[in-house]
């Protein structure tokens, strides 16, 4: 696990974060093709305290500096999926991974687990992301864009999505002093209402093919 940094751990409400970053540095930075791969492993969880009868699931929206689906472009606000699954709810086609899918080897943190959990009182999902910096003019890092994430949850019985969520991220730096030194700077989660994020809930109308309105009332 040489190209880890150290864990992080968050709670912001009902939200808890379990990050460890990534970073894999060229031995040369002045090297022709060298690049920089980076991400993060990370465990996103949602508790809920009172007894339901329902299972809840996490949805995770992206703003990733390139286009990573289909329905995506870059630098835009998107559902972290590659199509709508089925569901009996409009926003349940939305929720994070598929069902019987599990992490690769590729992380030692996290691997033979299901990306996803749905049930009553805890949910969570597990993405392992990675990116590729590869502009090194002069061995100087051309500073990617910030890779930011969104988090709500849902209800899967009612198809409510809950109105507080979270939003979070991280952005490659460079040691301006020794460039061969890189770290994964984590963009602390902070708490956020999609009713006041547009961008958001235009993510899921364009995802869904529906209008912005349809989206919104399925908001607690």
Same mark, same amino acid.
């Given at each position: 696990?040489?190209?880890?940094?150290?864990?992080?751990?968050?709670?912001?409400?009902?939200?808890?974060?379990?990050?460890?970053?990534?970073?894999?540095?060229?031995?040369?930075?002045?090297?022709?093709?060298?690049? #920089?791969?980076?991400?993060?492993? !990370?465990? $996103?969880?949602?508790?809920? =305290? %009172?007894?339901?009868?329902?299972?809840?699931? &996490?949805?995770?929206?992206?703003?990733?500096?390139?286009?990573?689906?289909?329905?995506?472009?870059?630098?835009?606000?998107?559902?972290?999926?590659?199509?709508?699954?089925?569901?009996?709810?409009?926003?349940?086609?939305?929720?994070?991974?598929?069902?019987?899918?599990?992490?690769?080897?590729?992380?030692?943190?996290?691997?033979?687990?299901?990306?996803?959990?749905?049930?009553?009182?805890?949910?969570?999902?597990?993405?392992?992301?990675?990116? #590729?910096?590869?502009?090194?003019? !002069?061995? $100087?890092?051309?500073?990617? =864009? %910030?890779?930011?994430?969104?988090?709500?949850? &849902?209800?899967?019985?009612?198809?409510?999505?809950?109105?507080?969520?979270?939003?979070?991220?991280?952005?490659?730096?460079?040691?301006?002093?020794?460039?061969?030194?890189?770290?994964?700077?984590?963009?602390?989660?902070?708490?956020?209402?999609?009713?006041?994020?547009?961008?958001?809930?235009?993510?899921?109308?364009?995802?869904?093919?529906?209008?912005?309105?349809?989206?919104?009332?399925?908001?607690?």
């Amino acid at each position: 696990m040489s190209h880890y940094g150290s864990e992080q751990v968050y709670q912001v409400g009902k939200f808890g974060l379990r990050l460890h970053p990534y970073v894999a540095a060229p031995e040369n930075v002045f090297a022709a093709g060298a690049v #920089v791969e980076y991400g993060i492993d !990370g465990r $996103v969880s949602y508790t809920r =305290a %009172a007894l339901h009868s329902s299972a809840v699931g &996490l949805i995770q929206l992206i703003q990733s500096p390139v286009a990573l689906f289909a329905h995506a472009q870059a630098g835009r606000w998107s559902v972290h999926k590659r199509e709508p699954e089925p569901s009996a709810s409009l926003l349940g086609r939305c929720l994070y991974g598929e069902a019987n899918l599990f992490v690769g080897e590729h992380s030692p943190h996290y691997a033979g687990q299901p990306v996803r959990r749905l049930a009553a009182t805890e949910c969570w999902l597990i993405d392992t992301a990675r990116e #590729v910096a590869d502009a090194l003019a !002069g061995g $100087v890092l051309d500073s990617p =864009a %910030a890779t930011r994430f969104a988090e709500y949850a &849902l209800d899967t019985g009612t198809g409510k999505v809950a109105g507080v969520g979270i939003t979070w991220g991280y952005k490659l730096a460079q040691n301006p002093t020794y460039l061969n030194r890189f770290e994964l700077v984590v963009i602390a989660p902070r708490e956020t209402r999609l009713r006041d994020h547009p961008e958001h809930l235009d993510a899921f109308a364009e995802f869904l093919d529906v209008g912005r309105a349809r989206v919104e009332s399925c908001i607690e």
